[in-house]
């Protein structure tokens, strides 16, 4: 069967970030050794940012494409835009760093383009192996860029670390996905759920679940798949780890909001694996982080918690816990890409001022860049005017709305502990004397406009929310049917 013109224009925004990056693949052999490679990076920018134009357009076509294995609805749309957000932010913020590193390879931002395919396809579709192939497509670009730094033995070690665990980990799902058909003769999420609630679930279905959960749960750094998380985050690009800290963890909520509640709604007892997910990730999370030095690895830890933060929400029930994940996940796309793209610069040439004794007097020597961080920092512990207050507000209160009193005090507790180690680089950069050594500091234009975006979208969450939420709950509800 030929696939229709309105099939295409459902997954316009992946062709668009696919013929981008084969263009950025094209021309870069075709340029000087000496080229910076910023004309590349341009190009791709400017393919991030005609993805989210081209998601509105796809918005205005919903429906099911190519045999039922994509789905356009509001909910694919908000992951479509925010992923592609992501992008375009997390590539503006690269072009003075890939200088600054004397990193001159133009396939850094195809690998961005073609990662970005595999997350939005992720989010739209609704066949479990297409999810899988699109798991996969974001999958090796994140393995790639992780060791981008191929000079420095910490980045090489971080790429071989995430190839050989996350492919350990997809293999859960893809056997998750095998044993769910066994279990059901489908494998498309919305056929499973309508077979799976008519009848009695099989045992079997329930052991699917639990390794699709397992498979999901390594791609969102949730405890007890985490382990791989601080040494990754350490080793790769700054830039690279705020885009692994959100997009990827984005689309794959968006799968697990999918497969949790429109096909296995019916199973209850993945609920009771998710809560005590969540309280691990959260405990286990912020433990780490207060004995850190290192400002990636505590940051990276703090990802392992505010995972857990978001799975929360999973466990409230679907009406007001789907929108909750939803605006979780944007704001804290807004704040960690920002928080990471102050670090990538800050770093310097070969990421030298990453411990915390180098933020001191940060205040001082660079004003701007302090106060942009300390509005990141502050938007992680949930200070109001900020969107990380509101995501916190809206989890806690649909958990304490579907009744878990248990789950929420443990969330609420974590979060006073995560105040300490947040706070801590906020008093290092303003209550210290600056080191002597220091490197100088001036925020290039592409990385100002970056970080001015992340600090927009931030506040604007902390003090407009109501449009986000409002179209998150149409989501959700949309998304259910």
């Not at 997009?247 to 694996?273: D, E, Q």
């Not at 990421?351 to 990141?376: H, K, M, Q, S």
């Not at 009193?405 to 706070?423: D, E, F, K, R």
Request: aromatic share 12%.
């Amino acid at each position: 069967m030929i696939p229709a013109v309105s099939d295409y224009l459902r997954i316009l925004p992946e062709l668009v970030l696919t013929i981008f990056g084969m263009l950025v693949m094209l021309i870069e052999p075709l340029l000087p050794e000496d080229n910076n490679r910023k004309f590349l990076g341009a190009l791709a920018f400017v393919g991030a940012v005609t993805a989210v134009v081209s998601c509105f357009c796809m918005a205005c076509h919903p429906g099911l494409a190519f045999s039922g294995m994509v789905r356009v609805d509001q909910f694919s749309v908000f992951f479509h835009v925010l992923i592609t957000l992501i992008t375009a932010v997390v590539i503006l913020g690269s072009f003075e760093y890939l200088n600054v590193q004397r990193i001159r390879l133009g396939e850094y931002y195809a690998l961005i383009l073609f990662g970005a395919v595999g997350m939005t396809l992720m989010s739209s579709a609704v066949e479990l192996v297409l999810v899988f192939i699109a798991l996969e497509i974001s999958s090796i670009s994140s393995y790639i860029l992780a060791g981008f730094r191929r000079n420095v033995a910490t980045s090489i070690e971080s790429s071989l670390k995430y190839f050989l665990l996350g492919s350990f980990a997809t293999s859960f799902f893809l056997y998750g996905v095998a044993l769910m058909f066994g279990a059901t003769g489908s494998t498309k999420i919305y056929e499973i759920g309508a077979t799976l609630l008519s009848e009695h679930a099989p045992m079997l279905a329930f052991v699917a679940v639990a390794l699709m959960i397992v498979g999901l749960g390594f791609k969102v750094a949730a405890a007890p798949f985490h382990v791989w998380t601080p040494d990754v985050y350490e080793g790769a690009p700054s830039p690279i780890v705020g885009l692994m800290s959100t997009a990827p963890k984005a689309a794959a909520f968006a799968v697990l909001l999918r497969i949790l509640f429109a096909a296995a709604g019916s199973i209850p007892v993945w609920f009771w694996l998710v809560w005590v997910l969540a309280a691990l990730s959260m405990t286990l999370g912020n433990l780490g982080a207060l004995i850190q030095t290192n400002v990636k690895r505590m940051l990276a830890y703090s990802s392992i918690a505010h995972a857990g933060y978001l799975l929360v929400a999973f466990t409230a029930t679907p009406a007001v816990g789907i929108p909750a994940a939803m605006f979780y996940t944007a704001s804290y796309a807004a704040m960690n890409v920002g928080a990471f793209l102050v670090i990538s610069h800050f770093g310097n040439q070969g990421e030298r001022y990453v411990n915390l004794d180098d933020y001191t007097g940060l205040g001082r020597r660079a004003p701007a860049l302090a106060a942009i961080l300390t509005i990141f920092l502050l938007s992680l512990i949930g200070i109001p005017i900020t969107g990380g207050f509101f995501a916190k507000f809206y989890v806690f209160r649909a958990a304490l709305g579907s009744n878990l009193i248990w789950l929420t005090i443990i969330g609420v507790v974590n979060s006073a502990i995560a105040a300490y180690y947040y706070l801590r680089i906020i008093v290092v950069m303003y209550m210290r004397e600056p080191a002597e050594e220091v490197p100088t500091i001036r925020i290039p234009l592409g990385l100002g406009i970056a970080l001015t975006a992340s600090l927009i979208f931030t506040i604007y969450l902390g003090v407009l929310p109501g449009k986000v939420l409002a179209y998150a709950i149409s989501s959700a509800q949309g998304m259910l049917k």
